[in-house]
């Protein structure tokens, strides 16, 4: 009997069991997540490749298409300089263009009619009213295809028909831009539409300091989303990318900004 005593006072001294979970001991790291990655495998994203589109006019387009993975992601439409002048969408940058795709965004390089493989007359594209067709061929290509946010970026004159779908767009139940990006604008960009009448989302505005005075207009329509970018030896539209090959890395901080 003096032995099972001296066990249970034993037991009673000995200390609870130890939570084998100590709170203080780091976790293991979260992996980020990788927005190149797929995250549907339900769903099967549409192939890469050269595409044409067709718009309500009956103009065929053609296009470079470098589709997310994942399904929902935002989308965006490149959309060039002049077409009159020669201009198509060779005049964006490809290393830019995987820098895009990189941060997980479809990105759809257009031909605006008149331009490249696209049909069309080139004078369309940003006089009257036939340009915001070709940026709505995209935004309905971008939809149907299961992607998210419409994000818009034009070059020198590619503003024209970026403004005029942004206004024209809600009132045909449209997808809507949730941002543009206007590289170099000017007066051009109002042929059609007067800035008063854009919708206040999040813009960015990249100008050389020759071409400022439109930009710098614009700031007093700043809802307060809007960032201006000035550079100093910049060129006009795409060509600042080798004038000034900082704009790169600032267009991709403001849409990545954007970005989940």
Known sequence: MWILS???????????PQ????PTE????TEPTDPTEPTDPTW?????????????DGVQLEADYRP????????IVLLHENPVSGFDRTAWPTAFIDELAALGLSVLVVDRRGAGGSEGEPIDAFVGPLGRNDVEACALRLEADGYGSLLLLGASNGTTPMVDYAVWAPGEGLPEPV??????GGTYTETQTPMTEVPP??????YST???????????????????????????????FTAAPEVEADLLAFYEGLLP
């Open 44 to 56: 099967t994203p549409p192939e890469a490749g050269v595409i044409t589109l067709d718009t309500r």
């Open 19 to 22: 939570d084998e979970s100590d």
């Open 6 to 16: 001296i066990l249970a006072a034993c037991e009673a001294d000995a200390p609870p």
């Open 68 to 75: 997310s993975p994942s399904r929902g992601a935002p989308g």
């Open 179 to 184: 941002a543009l990006g206007y590289m170099t």
């Open 201 to 206: 989302v999040p813009a960015v505005f990249t």
């Open 26 to 29: 780091p976790t293991e790291p």
């Open 210 to 240: 020759a071409e400022a005075a439109w930009s710098v207009q614009q700031q007093a329509l700043d809802p307060g989303s809007w960032v201006f970018l000035e550079y100093a030896n910049g060129g006009h539209g795409t060509v600042m």
